[in-house]
């Protein structure tokens, strides 16, 4: 036996002295290692914010596969992505028995597919705006994935373009519908499954259809399911149906905010100051509104119909009441009965406020003084209007009411530059329907001597006397109407007192003469009424008088 007292030991190096060279290296190739660590590439705070959308990387089989055996499709991304409103957003055309579920693994999708596809048959799945990035959001638009069970890929194409009726301007982000005619389904609870979305300039592409009949829809959509739900929504539309057995192109829909076929009642509500108020849905044509109870309240009430007939004011001889029953009628056809209950806590104070238009403590020679009074006027003490000119009285002024605005009522008078005038309202210059009158008050101002106000006169050729012309003079925007003349033959319309700026014109085709421009109404194919601009802006000079020839095409 061998005697491990006497055996040999190896040296231990980990208890032996280092070299301090070795040290002196060490602490440096570690100094740079922490260095190096401390000053890696970070990503990089704030910035821009992403705005682009994922980028396909694979499709699994591919797009456009024919003879189509696979039991799911597997789309690659190339960053991490995620699905919004799935169920609304993705849909496959035709339909299938199965509703399809896309998954999201990651940078992938997965849709399993059902064993019920048919034969023969070019199937589309569309994404519409479901797949965004995972951080953002940013959605790809218009993503369809397509194969075929059989040998062919139906091929053929529509495209077109979505504009506002009234406007002219592309409508981006609209919803293009197809639906075979044999189960149009814009009204229904069916919603449509071949469709694409409009690009910013409002252009739209429907591809690999079938031949088979369509309607077509354009909708600007509130809830996105796809199904015409109420004229909040836009809506255009072509009267007849289209056959597709070759690639369609240069289509126009026209979208507008369309009249609902049924009445409701949209709003209704007692003010502190006891008038109620009623919103409709749509505009009435002999709107009638009879209270039921109390029935004495139903003789001495006052109503004010808005200009549209789309909502309307009623004001009561009495307030004290604890609930109303009102009845709503349209041509002598009832159209609904409504309780209103006073609330325990409810209290109604009559008010009689009269305002004006004096911002700035300035009139102008075009921009008179307008009073508003609270509630209907139904009479005026012309003696107990003050109005003075450096403090000597004036009765050569004029009060008019307004056609336009109910309750509205100008005042006139040839200001001049350099004076100090002061309106006093004594009390019960005004006077209301139920032993109301406005309180005293009194407002002083002058001239405003920017003259800053011109004229243009339009002579205006129009292509028939038969139909009626809407006139429009319109801010460079489009989105204000300055004035609206009605012709039924050529004239010369003189807009007087203008502010400096730029304008264009508008024309309406009134064709049922009611003096405002109808949308359409998809209910009975019926188009909007059609409008023409001018194409180009003019400039109303200050004090300068211009005429503008304008022919209105056919």
């Known amino acids: 036996m061998q005697d491990l007292s006497k055996t040999k030991k190896r040296p231990n190096r980990l208890k032996n002295t280092p070299n301090p060279k070795w040290l002196v290296l060490l602490s440096f190739i570690g100094l740079i290692l922490l260095t190096w660590q401390c000053a890696s590439i970070q990503q990089p705070q704030g910035g821009p914010k992403d705005s682009i959308p994922p980028k396909i990387l694979k499709e699994s089989p591919p797009n456009l596969t024919r003879n189509f055996d696979a039991e799911k499709i597997v789309i690659e991304f190339d960053e991490y992505i995620k699905l919004s409103n799935p169920f609304k957003e993705v849909s496959i055309s035709p339909d299938v028995q199965q509703p399809i579920n896309p998954r999201v693994r990651r940078k992938t999708i997965e849709v ?99 031949e088979d009949a369509y309607r077509i829809y354009a909708l600007k959509e509130e809830n996105n399911d796809r199904v015409y739900n109420a004229p909040d929504e836009l809506i255009g539309f072509l009267n007849d149906s289209i056959v597709v057995n070759k690639d369609t192109t240069g289509l126009r829909l026209e979208v507008s905010k369309g009249i609902p076929r049924d009445f409701r009642l949209l709003d209704r509500k007692i003010e502190p100051n006891g008038k109620v108020l009623f919103a409709f849905n749509k505009p009435l044509q002999e709107p009638t509104i009879t209270i039921l109870h109390p029935p004495q309240l139903d003789e001495n009430k006052v109503i004010e119909y808005t200009p549209n007939q789309d909502s309307a004011s009623v004001w009561l001889s009495n307030l004290d009441f604890d609930s109303l029953k009102v009845q709503l009628a349209d041509g002598g056809t009832v159209l609904d009965s409504i309780t209103m209950r006073r609330g325990r806590n409810d209290k109604y104070d009559r008010d009689f406020i009269i305002t004006d238009n004096l911002t700035g403590n300035k009139v102008t020679r075009i921009r008179h003084i307008q009073f508003t009074a609270g509630s209907p006027v139904q009479s005026i003490d012309r003696s107990k209007i003050v109005l003075t000119e450096d403090s000597i009285p004036k009765t050569n002024f004029q009060l008019a ?90 004239a010369s319309i003189p807009f007087r007192q203008y502010p400096g700026g730029k304008y264009t014109l508008r024309i309406v085709y009134d064709e049922n003469n009611n003096e405002k421009w109808d949308p359409g109404d998809v209910y009975n194919r019926k188009q909007p009424e059609r409008v023409w601009y001018l194409g180009k802006t003019f400039i109303i000079r200050a004090n300068w008088e211009q005429e503008e020839n304008i022919t209105i095409p056919e």
């Open 112 to 210: 399993a597919l059902p064993d019920s596809l048919e034969e023969n048959t070019t199937y589309t799945i569309n994404f519409g705006k479901a797949i965004g990035d995972f951080n953002e959001g940013n959605p790809i638009l218009n993503y369809s994935y397509v194969f075929s069970t059989g040998d062919i890929i139906d091929s053929l194409v529509i495209s077109g373009n979505v504009i506002n009726a009234l406007t002219k301007q592309p409508e981006k982000e609209i919803t293009v519908m197809l639906i075979p005619t044999r189960q149009d389904s814009i009204f229904g609870k069916r919603k449509a499954s071949i469709f694409t979305l409009t690009d910013t300039a409002g252009n739209f592409r429907l591809q690999n259809l079938r």
């Open 401 to 490: 009411k307004d056609t336009l605005v109910p309750r509205r009522y100008i005042l006139r008078y040839n200001w001049r530059p350099k004076r100090n005038y002061q309106l006093t309202l004594e009390e019960g210059a005004f006077q209301g329907f139920f032993s109301d009158k406005n309180k005293s008050v009194s407002k002083s101002f002058t001239m405003d001597e920017a003259e800053n106000f011109g004229d243009i006169v339009l002579k205006v050729t129009v292509p028939d006397t038969i139909h009626q012309y809407l006139v429009q003079l319109i801010n460079e925007k489009m989105d204000f109407v300055h004035h609206s003349v009605p012709i039924q033959k050529s």
